[in-house]
């Protein structure tokens, strides 16, 4: 696997050889997804602690915003940047460096004394995990340039990224509930440590083709014009009017920016992100199932954590293990996706995950304000294992179609339209829920329409409003938000649905076996993309 290739998995193509034979490869593997472990943990870790950092820091309502949002929106706009960077400068450089900046953050963070520190130190950590995360993708990609080994190891890399993800609210819950809410952010600093001298010690140098200047002005366009539309969305997902000039300016200025950075891409001789790529099919379909994914699915996941906590009454501890069929769920399709997509192909694979994820969101419809434990953690098990599938076979097929020479740009590619997805996600389902929810406050006896206005914000609000009234009134307008609240569910789930079902259809235009883009990769492709060494690919 390690001699020289057109396809470029030898050491021509920037990939060194490894010690200790094949191996080896899977001790750099483990390597990898212990260091996304921790970036996806910290996506998620912080949503049970917040309770307990309004408590101490005592910020304001934007400052609170902005210490949930600013690590995704620094995060998701460096990306591209990063991944391309690390494809010229070596992306083992680049993911040490991100090492040392997320433990340094997150030292920083655990003993914030005041809103603004942590908010720093929060955008430090989202500059750290854009380093990181499409450097684990493009270093693995590179390392296992056998497609049958790269999609085992895909597999068990997204199998880490749901873990963590999913396994951030249950971590959080316990350290919150034992210690303090610094202690979310902690436990980076020693693993960090660990990673950084494993890091330098075990992983391999690997970069691009080098082949004319970095294109900076590019990479910083590109940057803010994903921060524009990134920002725009949160600030729909968070209640702000679409129209407004912070949310309707902001997504407008980032798209034109992100259309200039296209436009540039394709006049340059040595462009970042050779934007041939999204003329391949299956390239070009995988992105748009990752974002349809994401989409359908993280506002989805916010919501059922309120239902959970505000409507059953769980803990954030009990919450997050109600979450764990869904986890090991993922794992199991992460783990097992491989030996899947040789059977079923990407196309089935990707279409099927897509329909039994949307079967069990609609069987979630179910819900009410009862509890149902093992329809619940049946319905958990579907959705996890579909939602994985899916993203499994995306990752796979976008990353086989993309050059080894370009892993780092297809690896931020592929991770940019997550995060893109997951915003979009929370402000779109965030909205039909919210638009669902408020008008079924109406008028509740002993409630002033002051008093119902600020209930229709959302459940919790409407909870703080019932305890101030106390008696008759208050305990009524908990069973009305209650009720509006799971009715608005339903909608959502069903909106949800709808979506799924949209990204199966879209689905069906990615190749029905494995091997069939690798081999369109490996030939003279209808795109002129051919296996060759840059100098004769590049052209304006």
Same mark, same amino acid.
């Given at each position: 696997?390690?001699?020289?290739?057109?396809?470029?998995?030898?050491?021509?193509?920037?990939?060194?050889?490894?010690?200790?034979?094949?191996?080896?490869?899977?001790?750099?593997?483990?390597?990898?997804?212990?260091?996304?472990?921790?970036?996806?943990?910290?996506?998620?870790?912080?949503?049970?602690?917040?309770?307990?950092?309004?408590?101490?820091?005592?910020?304001?309502?934007?400052?609170?915003?902005?210490?949930?949002?600013?690590?995704?929106?620094?995060?998701?706009?460096?990306?591209?940047?990063?991944?391309?960077?690390?494809?010229?400068?070596?992306?083992?450089?680049?993911?040490?460096?991100?090492?040392?900046?997320?433990?340094?953050?997150?030292?920083?963070?655990?003993?914030?004394?005041?809103?603004?520190?942590?908010?720093?130190?929060?955008?430090?950590?989202?500059?750290?995990?854009?380093?990181?995360?499409?450097?684990?993708?493009?270093?693995?990609? *590179?390392?296992?340039?056998?497609?049958?080994?790269?999609?085992?190891?895909?597999?068990?890399?997204?199998?880490?990224?749901?873990?963590?993800?999913?396994?951030?609210?249950?971590?959080?819950?316990?350290?919150?509930?034992?210690?303090?809410?610094?202690?979310?952010?902690?436990?980076?600093?020693?693993?960090?440590?660990?990673?950084?001298?494993?890091?330098?010690?075990?992983?391999?140098?690997?970069?691009?083709?080098?082949?004319?200047?970095?294109?900076?002005?590019?990479?910083?366009?590109?940057?803010?014009?994903?921060?524009?539309?990134?920002?725009?969305?949160?600030?729909?997902?968070?209640?702000?009017?679409?129209?407004?000039?912070?949310?309707?300016?902001?997504?407008?200025?980032?798209?034109?920016?992100?259309?200039?950075?296209?436009?540039?891409?394709?006049?340059?001789?040595?462009?970042?992100?050779?934007?041939?790529?999204?003329?391949?099919?299956?390239?070009?379909?995988?992105?748009?199932?990752?974002?349809?994914?994401?989409?359908?699915?993280?506002?989805?996941?916010?919501?059922?954590? *309120?239902? &959970?906590?505000?409507?059953?009454?769980?803990?954030?501890?009990?919450?997050?293990?109600?979450?764990?069929?869904?986890?090991?769920?993922?794992?199991?399709?992460?783990?097992?996706?491989?030996?899947? &997509?040789?059977?079923?192909?990407?196309?089935?694979?990707?279409?099927?995950?897509?329909?039994?994820?949307?079967?069990?969101?609609?069987?979630?419809?179910?819900?009410?304000? $009862?509890?149902?434990?093992?329809?619940?953690?049946?319905?958990?098990?579907?959705?996890?294992?579909?939602?994985?599938?899916?993203?499994?076979?995306?990752?796979?097929?976008?990353?086989?179609?993309?050059?080894?020479?370009?892993?780092?740009?297809?690896?931020?590619?592929?991770?940019?339209?997550? *995060?893109?997805?997951?915003?979009?996600?929370?402000?779109?389902?965030?909205?039909?829920?919210?638009?669902?929810?408020?008008?079924?406050?109406? $008028?509740?006896?002993?409630?002033?329409?002051?008093?119902?206005?600020?209930?229709?914000?959302?459940?919790?609000?409407?909870?703080?409003?019932?305890?101030?009234?106390?008696?008759?009134?208050?305990?009524?307008?908990?069973?009305?938000?209650?009720?509006?609240?799971?009715?608005?569910? $339903?909608?959502?789930?069903?909106?949800?649905?709808?979506?799924?079902?949209?990204?199966?259809?879209?689905?069906?235009?990615?190749?029905?076996?494995?091997?069939?883009?690798?081999?369109?990769?490996?030939?003279?492709?209808?795109?002129?993309?051919?296996?060759?060494?840059?100098?004769?690919?590049? $052209?304006?």
């Amino acid at each position: 696997m390690t001699g020289t290739s057109p396809s470029g998995t030898g050491r021509t193509a920037g990939v060194p050889r490894l010690p200790g034979g094949g191996a080896n490869r899977w001790t750099v593997l483990i390597v990898l997804c212990v260091s996304l472990l921790f970036v996806a943990l910290d996506t998620t870790i912080l949503y049970v602690a917040v309770p307990s950092v309004t408590e101490d820091l005592r910020p304001g309502p934007v400052e609170l915003l902005w210490i949930v949002d600013v690590y995704p929106l620094i995060a998701a706009s460096l990306l591209i940047l990063f991944g391309t960077l690390g494809d010229r400068v070596g992306r083992r450089r680049i993911l040490l460096l991100g090492y040392g900046l997320f433990g340094a953050a997150s030292a920083l963070a655990a003993l914030a004394p005041n809103p603004q520190v942590l908010m720093t130190a929060r955008a430090l950590l989202g500059i750290g995990g854009a380093m990181i995360m499409p450097a684990t993708l493009s270093i693995l990609r *590179q390392v296992f340039p056998d497609r049958r080994e790269r999609a085992v190891a895909i597999g068990v890399w997204s199998a880490v990224a749901a873990v963590g993800a999913a396994v951030g609210p249950v971590l959080g819950g316990f350290l919150v509930e034992n210690f303090w809410w610094g202690s979310v952010f902690l436990i980076n600093v020693p693993m960090m440590l660990v990673m950084l001298l494993i890091g330098r010690w075990l992983l391999p140098e690997s970069r691009g083709e080098r082949n004319g200047p970095w294109d900076v002005v590019g990479a910083v366009i590109a940057a803010l014009g994903v921060l524009g539309v990134v920002l725009g969305v949160k600030r729909i997902g968070g209640g702000t009017a679409v129209l407004g000039a912070t949310t309707l300016g902001p997504i407008v200025l980032g798209l034109l920016l992100l259309v200039l950075f296209v436009r540039r891409q394709h006049r340059r001789e040595h462009p970042l992100i050779d934007m041939r790529l999204f003329a391949r099919s299956a390239f070009g379909t995988s992105v748009g199932c990752i974002v349809l994914a994401m989409l359908a699915l993280v506002g989805l996941q916010l919501i059922a954590v *309120q239902y &959970l906590q505000l409507v059953l009454g769980l803990s954030p501890l009990q919450t997050g293990l109600r979450m764990l069929p869904l986890v090991f769920a993922a794992m199991a399709a992460g783990l097992t996706g491989s030996r899947i &997509l040789q059977v079923l192909g990407p196309r089935t694979m990707v279409s099927c995950g897509f329909v039994l994820t949307a079967g069990a969101v609609l069987c979630l419809t179910a819900m009410s304000s $009862h509890d149902r434990f093992w329809l619940l953690s049946a319905c958990f098990v579907l959705l996890g294992f579909g939602f994985q599938a899916t993203l499994f076979g995306a990752y796979e097929s976008m990353l086989s179609e993309a050059p080894p020479e370009q892993a780092g740009g297809a690896a931020a590619i592929g991770e940019t339209s997550y *995060q893109l997805g997951a915003g979009i996600g929370v402000a779109l389902l965030g909205s039909v829920m919210n638009a669902a929810y408020a008008p079924g406050i109406g $008028h509740v006896a002993g409630v002033s329409a002051r008093e119902a206005s600020s209930a229709s914000h959302s459940l919790g609000e409407a909870y703080k409003v019932a305890a101030a009234l106390d008696g008759p009134a208050g305990a009524a307008l908990r069973v009305v938000a209650r009720d509006a609240f799971v009715r608005g569910l $339903h909608i959502t789930l069903v909106a949800s649905a709808v979506l799924l079902l949209a990204g199966a259809a879209i689905a069906l235009r990615l190749p029905r076996r494995a091997a069939d883009s690798a081999e369109r990769a490996e030939g003279v492709g209808a795109t002129g993309l051919e296996s060759e060494p840059a100098a004769a690919r590049s $052209h304006g």
